[in-house]
């Protein structure tokens, strides 16, 4: 499968619109123009000096026909859905003018031009830090429903002719929760999932529930998380054929079929896991680090989990091209 080919077009014929609040990044602008001219998605770049953003693509050769420079007026937002975001953060003590001052940022205007139905996702985070693009996400969006825990996945594209990864395997939680207990760990295996089967809707999903030891090779209290979220998670995809679960497993055991045979001979997940769910941050943020620094995968992501809406959160190291496929991928639901 060429995963980029395969993305693109899916999003291609969504049809879709995209808002990228940070405009005023080359780099946002290029993934604009690139969209734009691929047919990808329409883009809407928000701002509050026009004239600005079309100086800035200007100095760097960049087209921006075909992508759409809006100045931030609420009068082009619901006014509804603004009503309810002023009532709510108003009964949380501030007042009416602080809360219409927050529809000035180009981040939390974005966030609200999605709620208002205006275009089917928002894309940014290349220049905010996760904490902003997070705090007006919930603020304005808010969570899905049932939705107890936001989280993130990056999609890992494998290099040409990788010696173990053939397919795009996924990694979560790689962003967000710091130390996720059981309960925490089981909701975002859960939204993990969702999220693979939404981008590959026929594929089996083999979940490895990660940790420095495999089928308790290791006593440690600290794995005692891994194992009961693990538990959690079969039992709520039990009678699922198309979902594999299993863990606790090394990285080892979890990717390479002749150490899953001898750690798990068991395990159906084992040497053949494609979603990696690890047990903490630190693991996580370096574990797809290396997998794209040293491995020469292509880390697209993060993609945040359990909005309501799809929102993003870029990494700030993302080139013009991640951004760009980081939009169809979010246009995938």
């Not at 990808?40 to 100086?55: E, N, Q, Y």
């Not at 440690?220 to 194992?227: H, S, T």
Request: net charge neutral; proline share 4%; charged share 25%.
């Amino acid at each position: 499968m060429n995963i980029r080919r395969y993305i693109l077009e899916l999003a291609r014929k969504k049809k879709g619109k995209i808002i990228m609040p940070e405009g005023f990044d080359v780099r946002v602008l290029k993934a604009a123009q690139k969209l734009a001219e691929d047919d990808i998605a329409s883009v809407i770049l928000p701002t509050d000096d026009v004239k600005k953003i079309k100086k800035i693509a200007d100095e760097a050769d960049i087209d921006l026909r075909g992508v759409e420079v809006v100045k931030m007026e609420r009068d082009i937002l619901d006014k509804e859905k603004v009503r309810e975001f002023v009532d709510v953060r108003t009964r949380k003590g501030m007042t009416k003018e602080k809360v219409l001052n927050f529809l000035k940022n180009p981040l939390y205007f974005s966030m609200m031009y999605l709620k208002s139905g205006n275009c089917d996702a928002c894309v940014g985070g290349a220049v905010y830090d996760t904490a902003d693009v997070l705090r007006a996400a919930i603020h304005v969006i808010g969570t899905a429903e049932n939705i107890k825990m936001i989280s993130s996945y990056f999609l890992m594209i494998p290099p040409e002719g990788h010696s173990l990864a053939k397919d795009p395997i996924v990694f979560a939680d790689c962003a967000v929760n710091p130390d996720p207990q059981a309960m925490a760990l089981k909701d975002i295996a859960i939204a993990t999932v969702e999220s693979f089967k939404k981008l590959f809707p026929g594929k089996q999903a083999n979940v490895a529930m990660l940790s420095f030891s495999t089928k308790g090779s290791a006593n440690n209290k600290i794995l005692l998380k891994v194992q009961e979220a693990t538990e959690l998670v079969r039992s709520h995809f039990v009678g699922r054929n198309d979902i594999n679960v299993d863990g606790e497993l090394q990285f080892d055991a979890a990717v390479v079929p002749s150490i899953g045979k001898k750690k798990s001979p068991d395990s159906l997940v084992a040497g053949n896991a494609n979603i990696f769910i690890f047990p903490e941050l630190n693991a996580s943020n370096i574990g797809y680090k290396i997998a794209e620094r040293y491995g020469g995968f292509q880390a697209i992501g993060p993609v945040i989990q359990g909005l309501a809406l799809p929102a993003s959160d870029l990494s700030r190291g993302s080139t013009s091209d991640d951004i760009y496929l980081i939009s169809a991928v979010m246009l995938l639901g």
